[in-house]
């Protein structure tokens, strides 16, 4: 995503400015995010972990993180994101989504 251009600053809300500190959203369609003021509550929202979580996936390779540090269900929910992005993006379906999500993220989604 960095390499195409397409990677979000998710440090700040896309719509107020303020600095993200707590829970927030990514739109699907441009994966800005929104702070937990001013999406009302319409969405889902992902944990304030999830911004370290992606902020640090940038940094290191996967093996390297300690995925202990971190709920499963809310990271799955961060790649469920991601995976819903790329796909709305790049007008794809991948493949091996059904391999990657479990029945269990699919059912948090409301899908």
């Known amino acids: 995503m960095r390499f195409n251009g397409i ?3 998710i440090g700040r809300c896309s719509r107020c400015s ?3 500190d707590g829970n927030f959203i990514l739109g ?4 800005n995010p929104l702070c937990s003021r001013c999406c009302n509550g319409r969405e889902r929202l ?3 972990n999830s911004k370290f ?3 640090l996936s940038l940094k290191k390779r996967f093996t390297e993180i300690d995925h202990n540090k971190f709920d499963e269900n809310k990271t799955m929910d961060l790649l469920f994101t991601m995976i819903l992005f790329i796909e ?3 007008n794809m379906a991948i ?3 059904p391999f990657i999500l479990t029945d269990k993220t ?3 989604a409301g899908i």
């Open 88 to 90: 709305d993006y790049f």
């Open 106 to 108: 699919y059912n948090r």
């Open 18 to 20: 303020s600095i993200i």
């Open 95 to 97: 493949k091996s989504k």
């Open 46 to 48: 992902l944990e304030a």
């Open 53 to 55: 979580f992606f902020d």
């Open 28 to 31: 699907i369609p441009d994966l």
């Open 7 to 9: 990677l979000p600053q």
